[in-house]
């Protein structure tokens, strides 16, 4: 009788110390998706640019529209078309002038991964440029352009950073600097500020631009 009570006090300690004892608690690892860099995308945005001629008082001052289009057919590899139109005035001491320059632009770029979401970027192509002026003063050329640049995604922000050489003669620099901010405000739209800054040119002193619009990607 004895050795039966202490196998029941044994055996309800042992329940009781079991059901003190906390659960462990279920471990769930965070499921983190990578940050994507899109290189097929649709933008459309509003577009100025201001400048001042070299070696005379004269303002160059504009207001367009710019169209752009990315595509990647295969990884590494994209397709770039796009185009702008723009109304200039140049304004000095002898009164103002006004013009429409418009702008096509043709060709490849591709990208190296440094990191999942930081990728280095050149783009290559042809560039083509018009300047009509009132009175029937017209300028064309043809170009090349090259685009050197870093683009980078921390969660809903994208960044591109670089360089752009164009050669054709109607351009505001043959070199400038650029930089692009990107914030994805939905998913697959994001919402871009671009600043450009020209410090090589035959025509200009100085060249900026400012680029604000709308990015969809697909």
């Not at 097929?40 to 509003?46: A, F, V, Y």
């Not at 632009?105 to 930081?118: F, K, M, R, T």
Request: charged share 15%.
């Amino acid at each position: 009788m004895l050795k039966t009570a202490l196998t029941i006090l044994t055996l309800s300690a042992a329940i009781a110390a079991h059901a003190g004892s906390p659960a462990p608690a279920a471990t769930i690892s965070p499921t983190v998706e990578p940050s994507e860099i899109s290189y097929s995308n649709l933008s459309l945005s509003w577009l100025r640019q201001w400048a001042e001629v070299d070696g005379a008082p004269i303002d160059a001052d504009s207001n367009g529209v710019a169209l752009g289009l990315e595509f990647s057919p295969v990884k590494h590899l994209y397709l770039s078309l796009g185009g702008s139109w723009s109304n200039i005035e140049f304004s000095g001491p002898g009164g103002t002038l006004d013009g429409d320059y418009w702008t096509f632009h043709g060709g490849v770029g591709g990208w190296i991964p440094l990191a999942d979401n930081i990728h280095f970027v050149t783009e290559v192509g042809g560039h083509y440029g018009q300047l009509d002026i009132d009175g029937g003063l017209r300028q064309n050329s043809w170009g090349v352009y090259v685009t050197p640049h870093i683009r980078a995604k921390f969660g809903a922000l994208e960044t591109h950073l670089g360089a752009i050489y164009n050669s054709n003669d109607t351009a505001l620099a043959d070199w400038s600097a650029f930089v692009r901010v990107l914030y994805e405000v939905c998913s697959g739209c994001d919402l871009f500020v671009t600043g450009t800054c020209g410090f090589q040119s035959q025509d200009f002193d100085s060249a900026f631009g400012l680029n604000v619009g709308l990015r969809v990607k697909f």
